[in-house]
């Protein structure tokens, strides 16, 4: 019982889990926003875009057309909204760490001014 305990408390299983559960609260807001823009794209259109019925020499194209339309429409947003933000604040952190790691340590500033002590006595 006590390995199960251990799985269960396992920081990957309850990261996963989080990780599961706002993908899919921002699925619901992907969905949202998809369905706006398309309603968005009917009033430009003067219909509802529902390309369902669309078809090419007896070949119904239509569904296809939609997920498609949808799908960009998803990959913007989360582009746009996540991966972009997510970019440029690790660009951030990553130039700040640099300019941490790239000025003096104390050890190096109590050498220096040893070494130009010692020049200046000599």
Do not use: C, H, W
Not at 20 to 29: E, K, L, N, P
């Amino acid at each position: 019982m006590a390995g199960f305990k251990d799985f269960l408390m396992r920081g990957n299983l309850i990261e996963v889990a989080i990780a599961f559960i706002i993908g899919a609260a921002f699925g619901s807001v992907t969905t949202s926003f998809t369905k706006l823009v398309m309603d968005v794209i009917g009033k430009v259109i003067g219909g509802q875009p529902d390309f369902s019925a669309v078809t090419v020499a007896g070949v119904n194209i239509g569904v296809f057309i939609t997920a498609v339309i949808s799908f960009v429409i998803t990959a913007t947003v989360v582009y746009f909204g996540i991966v972009k933000p997510y970019e440029a604040l690790k660009t951030r952190l990553i130039k700040a760490e640099e300019a941490a790691a790239s000025s003096p340590t104390s050890e190096e500033l109590l050498t220096e001014i040893r070494d130009l002590l010692a020049k200046n006595q000599s």
